[in-house]
């Protein structure tokens, strides 16, 4: 089976470190980035190119997902599979005559961090039992998390991975802004935040909350209102308003 990776980004180069680590073999990484292309290529050991697409008989595109529409033009073979790794696009979002799929993994990727790709849950639609099976196939070759999702459910997935993460993240950066203003170590917080996060391994979310707003603790939230401007205010005092909502206060 000959697959070829588009894209050199982080989802790209993590998925194609998985295809190494688990002796799956990737035939190109194909890109417009040739300094991305050759530093992926040098430590994967894996052939790159900007202008030549291999022959395959799978294609993964890992573009930013305003871009896979364009790039899924550029394989013009019939008889191949294609499948994307967005989180929010159908598969016929792909333009093209070959079939078509989505090959999700539900993780955050960043080329410096390792992962472990053996917990990356990972979700997969195909139009047809045989790519289905292409594809879990190569999945379970990566991970112990297989699991098949129509887009209906996926762009659910993908929302609550933008709550879940991506705002939790920008919360972080948030913060790590308001301690460097004060000289304060962000190491400091580093024990709260790993426990915020093992907390949720046993407690419901909601039933973990702390803080002010939960204890509708007036006094400490104007406090925190007095010492904040800007986009963080606007943020602190959505944050209170949900939180209070939640619970009723
Ligand atoms: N990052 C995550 O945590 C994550 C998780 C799950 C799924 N995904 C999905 O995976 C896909 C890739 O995300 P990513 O995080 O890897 O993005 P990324 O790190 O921003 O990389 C985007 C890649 O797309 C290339 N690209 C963009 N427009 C292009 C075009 N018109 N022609 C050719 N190449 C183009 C970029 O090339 P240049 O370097 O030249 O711009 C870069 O290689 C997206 O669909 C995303 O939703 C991401």
Do not use: W
């Not at 982080?10 to 292309?37: C, M, S, W």
Request: hydrophobic letters at 35%.
């Amino acid at each position: 089976m000959q697959t070829v990776i588009i894209g050199s980004g982080n989802v790209a180069y993590h998925l194609a470190k998985a295809f190494v680590l688990n002796t799956i073999p990737l035939a190109q990484i194909f890109g417009r980035n040739e300094e991305d292309l050759k530093e992926i290529s040098e430590e994967l050991n894996i052939p790159y190119s900007t202008d030549k697409l291999e022959d395959a008989d799978l294609y993964i595109i890992c573009v930013s997902d305003g871009s896979v529409e364009n790039v899924s033009k550029l394989i013009t073979k019939k008889n191949c599979l294609v499948a994307h790794t967005s989180g929010s696009l159908p598969k016929e979002i792909l333009e093209g005559e070959y079939r078509k799929s989505s090959f999700y993994p539900l993780q955050t990727f960043s080329k410096s961090k390792e992962l472990d790709y053996k917990k990356i849950p990972f979700f997969i639609e195909t139009e047809n039992e045989f790519d289905k099976r292409v594809l879990f196939e190569i999945a379970t070759k990566i991970s112990e998390n297989v699991m098949e999702s129509s887009h209906e459910k996926r762009k659910y997935i993908h929302l609550t991975a933008v709550f879940a993460c991506n705002f939790v993240n920008h919360l972080f950066s948030r913060a790590k802004e308001i301690s460097d203003s004060q000289q304060i170590p962000f190491d400091y917080f580093l024990p709260l935040i790993d426990e915020t996060v093992q907390k949720i391994h046993e407690i419901e979310p909601k039933s973990a909350q702390t803080g002010p707003a939960v204890r509708n603790d007036v006094r400490v939230l104007q406090l925190h209102e007095q010492l904040l401007q800007g986009e963080s205010l606007e943020i602190y005092k959505t944050m209170n308003h949900s939180i209070k909502k939640m619970y009723e206060l």
